[in-house]
């Protein structure tokens, strides 16, 4: 059964300031999603990665995927409180169509 | 705009009632979702559906079906709600093809089940 864990659940950071937040899987899978959240707001769509070694960044963003590790981390660099939200990653099962998120981490960026 | 559209957007249920979450996308994707989102536990499949004609159980499909119309539509039945229903419902879909992409979600049905 696919598993998916994220941590943290909560990050509070100050502006300037660099973290990663962790997402670990329990079986294989082809393809990893990274959505962001804004309060009472539907699911954005930030990143697809699709193959081992994968890497993409937008702006202060950058998500990567080991899925040797079963691992993947979504980076900030230099946090502005704009990226303040909720960001979960999905799981897509090997075969397609049943995607599972994890329990999103809440981030909160200090001015 | 292109996108997934989702009515209601609120609802208050008593204990036991029915009602159908509809959801419409224009978008010509294949595959349609139903999750729910409660505090602290990300997104639930609760029921998918691949392509037009077939729909299979996610997660949590225990008290609700669902509906393919069509290309577009894919609805959520609620038999008989219950508190434990209360939640926010999405609704998102995908296409297909040799492009990956990610879920392109409606704006979310707040459901209260009193």
């Known amino acids: 059964e696919l598993k998916v864990e994220q941590n943290p659940l909560f990050l509070s950071m100050q502006e300037g300031k660099n973290y990663t937040i962790y997402c670990n899987y329990s079986t294989t899978s082809d393809r990893l999603y990274w959505y962001r959240q804004d309060p009472g707001k539907s699911l954005e769509s930030l990143f697809v990665l699709l193959s081992n070694g994968a890497v993409k960044q937008e702006g202060r963003l950058m998500a990567s995927l080991d899925t040797k590790a079963r691992l993947s981390t979504l980076h900030i660099t230099a946090a502005v409180h704009d990226l303040s939200a909720t960001y979960f990653c999905?799981?897509?099962?090997?075969?397609?169509?049943?995607?599972?998120f994890g329990a999103g981490t809440r981030l909160f960026v200090k001015a | 705009n292109a996108g997934v559209t989702q009515t209601p957007k609120f609802q208050v249920l008593k204990t036991g009632q029915s009602m159908t979450l509809q959801c419409a996308q224009d978008?010509?994707?294949?595959?349609m979702y139903w999750y729910r989102q409660d505090p602290g536990m990300g997104l639930r499949l609760i029921y998918y559906?691949?392509?037009?004609?077939?729909?299979d159980k996610g997660e949590v499909p225990n008290g609700y079906n669902v509906s393919r119309l069509n290309k577009r539509e894919f609805s959520l039945r609620l038999e008989s709600a219950a508190p434990s229903q209360t939640s926010v419902y999405f609704c998102?879909?995908?296409?297909?093809?040799?492009?990956?992409?990610?879920?392109?979600f409606g704006s979310g049905t707040r459901l209260t089940v009193v």
């Open positions: 559906s691949a392509s037009e004609g077939t729909t």
């Open positions: 978008m010509n994707h294949n595959s």
């Open positions: 999905a799981v897509e099962n090997t075969g397609g169509f049943k995607t599972i």
């Open positions: 998102a879909s995908r296409g297909g093809g040799g492009q990956v992409y990610g879920y392109t």
